[in-house]
């Protein structure tokens, strides 16, 4: 995919990767990877959600990556400039292969990160919490605008009353194999009411709209049946490391229900953040509190690696 697609400049445009790599996961497939900012700061992986790319990440990887922190951001399997596959390989196993290649690929033997996932890259870092390398490499979590199932249940992008009804046809539309096309005024306003609170600005609306029409219709398709069905709660409870909680209160795609729920389901829960007149694309439409959410995991559970290797250093006998 052409980073043309996005936006080119301003806050929301795609900063330079410092290097670039790929991982590959336990099936074969190749995810593209980025790595922006020093080596030995403090790590922060980014796992975007369903439709999007590291182009999504766009404030954070900036605040970050200039402030400190050494930010590693990837395309989920079939988004950005990760190749697509076998469809058929979808899954939460698969994300969760993919999110452990990553953290595989871009961490050193006892280096740990914070690991922050929106929507779907929060449903990543569920569906990786019991994997034995999550534990080796993760310090601390961020889901951000996520849930753990239900998710064609509770979503209020049909302004109907819950119930079968609304259920069924919120299944079709968010399944749906049209492709979405160009990026036009009609196109902007039907994302901004689906993903976005009421007062996104035009800048922000945008980005998103460039960075979701940009994924290819059959993944978009492929990646819905996947979240349609989804049940993640027994891997949230093998969530235990440090973990906060960002939601929208105006998210229709996964509404505060899902972020209280995770709160209260959490085993090791550090915080919920309920964003006013926020939707879906969290970190997009309130750049600073994620990124903030994001600096005060890593400021609080990852060292640089220089403090890393004095407490693995053993002591050394005084000389008198």
Known sequence: MSRLMHVTAGPYAPPAARRELVATSADGARLHVEVHGEDGAPTVVLSHGWTCST??????IRALSTTGHRVVAYDQRGHGRSPAGSVSG??????????????????????KAVVAGHSMGGMT???AAARPEFARYVAAALLCSTGSGRLVEESQVLPWRAGRARTRITGAVLGSRAPLGPVTPVARKVLKYATMGPGSAPDKVEACARIVHACPTPV??????????????????????PTAVIGGKNDRLTPIVHARGLAAALPNCVG????????????IEAPEAVTTAVRELAAVYVSRSDERADVNEPAKEKTP
């Open 125 to 127: 870092v569920m569906a």
């Open 90 to 111: 979808y899954g939460t196993e698969a994300l969760a292969d993919d999110l452990v290649a990553v953290l595989g690929a871009t961490l050193a033997p006892g280096e």
């Open 220 to 241: 978009r398709h492929a990646w819905s049946g996947v979240l349609a069905s989804l049940d993640l709660d027994a891997q949230l409870a093998a969530l235990t490391v």
């Open 272 to 283: 919920l953040t309920e964003l006013t007149g926020v939707g879906h694309m969290s970190p």
């Open 55 to 60: 182009a999504f990440w766009a404030a954070q």
